[in-house]
């Protein structure tokens, strides 16, 4: 079975901290792809990060950073002096190449000024 | 410019009436794809389609039809056999060169009185 859990389900911080996201996805495949998600207010996906299940290199965009260990199942994702801009819900999402897109639960994170 | 529109941004409609959600794409895509996202939760699949005049259902078909006449559409009628209707409605495409990255439409918002 192939899951994918988001433990925190809201964040609160004020402006200017870090803040990590938590990802632990669950799969037998050897081969899929890992993403993540910002919903903004308004709704719509913006697409951030695709990581594939080979290339355990850690990224940094700007403020943001992901953390992929295969060891662990974990995508985790840092947001480094976060504004508040940066408040939305935020999806990771596993796929195996069967285009069937598997969400975790989401985290609100919620960025104070 | 390429994207995907889905219209209406809010529809409403009593209950027992059927109600069709509508997805267009022109980003020359194969595989276009329905979520549904309830509060609080991540977004799971209705139905999808990969090709022209064929489509499969996702973890959540019940109450729900589709159809894919063309490429750049994949309509969604949400029926009166589906008991909860009232949710947030995102439709996604991907093309074979984007390794899993979907794109998704802005959504619909659908309310039944």
């Known amino acids: 079975a192939q899951k994918v859990t988001q433990a925190q389900t809201e964040i609160s911080v004020v402006e200017k901290e870090d803040v990590t996201l938590d990802c632990v996805y669950e799969?037998?495949?050897?081969?899929?792809?890992l993403f993540w998600y910002k919903q903004p207010p308004s709704g719509e996906l913006v697409f951030l990060i695709r990581?594939?299940?080979?290339?355990?290199q850690n990224e940094i965009s700007g403020r943001y950073s992901w953390n992929f260990q295969k060891s662990t199942s974990s995508f985790n994702f840092t947001i480094t002096a976060s504004q508040v801009v940066d408040s939305a819900v935020y999806f990771c999402a596993l796929d195996n190449q069967g285009g069937k897109l598997i969400f975790g639960q989401g985290t609100e994170l919620s960025v104070k000024p | 410019d390429g994207g995907i529109t889905q219209s209406p941004k809010y529809l409403f409609r009593k209950e027992g009436q059927n109600v069709t959600l509508s997805c267009e794409q022109n980003l020359n895509h194969d595989a276009m794809y329905w979520y549904r996202q309830d509060p609080g939760q991540g977004l799971r699949l209705i139905y999808y389609s990969q090709i022209v005049n064929d489509f499969q259902k996702g973890d959540i078909a019940e109450g729900y039809s589709v159809s894919r006449e063309k490429k750049e559409s994949f309509p969604l009628t949400v029926t009166s056999a589906q008991k909860n209707p009232t949710a947030f409605y995102l439709c996604a495409s991907l093309g074979l060169a984007d390794e899993g990255r979907k794109f998704f439409g802005p959504g619909t918002r659908l309310t039944v009185l």
């Open positions: 990581r594939n299940s080979f290339d355990e």
């Open positions: 799969t037998r495949d050897t081969t899929y792809y």
